[in-house]
């Protein structure tokens, strides 16, 4: 999003975000937009409004929220890391972003991959941490309950690139090996012919290949 803004601008939309839940929704979508622009990042994820806006958008992923908002508030998270200042502040919620989308079990196709492109962007920024079990934990349940392919390869990426990287191998090999309709669903689909679903099958090799 490169079209010319305001001050006054990224002003009203942080008022509009204040509009009731029921008809939030286009305001989360022009905001989903509006952060993948360098400068209104900033604004929007300054140090004065970021925190609370952040806590603000974990509200609105509560199980008994629109499904519409549920998506869109993720959205707007994948997208604050498109530059630093959200990237920071998202990061510093990490906890309970993972314990959020936790907490959602009924969730349609387009909030699985919201999910778990948000769990994926949480993984390339923290793959070499020393503590990140907790994510590991969100990408494992996320994984066991999603239904979606583009969703589900995602959340692969996302488990392999911690696989991969992660100072605490043998942590996060536990917790796949140990949940057996995870496991077991990884033996199945890296034997899977079907074309389309090449790129899952091919995830699951180099996963099951780390354990």
Known sequence: ??????????????????W???ILFPVLDITRLAVRN????????????GP?????????????????????TMRVLVNAF??????????????????AIISLTQ??????????????????????QTDNSELVEGIVDLLTKITDNEAYFRGLVALGTLLA???????????????????NRLKSDSSEVNPSFKKIC???QQILQML
């Open 107 to 128: 969730l349609n196709n387009n909030t699985q991959i919201a999910a778990a492109s948000l769990l994926l962007n949480l993984s390339v920024a923290l793959a070499q």
């Open 20 to 22: 009731p839940k029921e």
């Open 82 to 99: 498109s530059d630093l200042p959200g990237e920071m502040l998202v990061l510093a919620a990490r906890e309970s972003v993972v314990h």
């Open 202 to 204: 091919v995830c699951s």
């Open 165 to 183: 990287e992660s100072p605490n191998k043998l942590v996060i090999q536990t917790k796949i090996v140990t949940n057996v309709k995870l496991h």
């Open 38 to 49: 360098k400068e209104i990042n900033g604004q929007i994820f300054d140090n004065h409004h």
């Open 52 to 72: 609370n806006f952040v806590k603000y958008l974990l509200t609105l992923l509560t199980p008994d929220n629109l499904p519409a908002n549920q998506m869109l």
């Open 1 to 18: 999003m490169n079209c010319a803004y305001s001050i006054e601008t990224v002003t009203l939309l942080k008022k509009m975000l204040e």
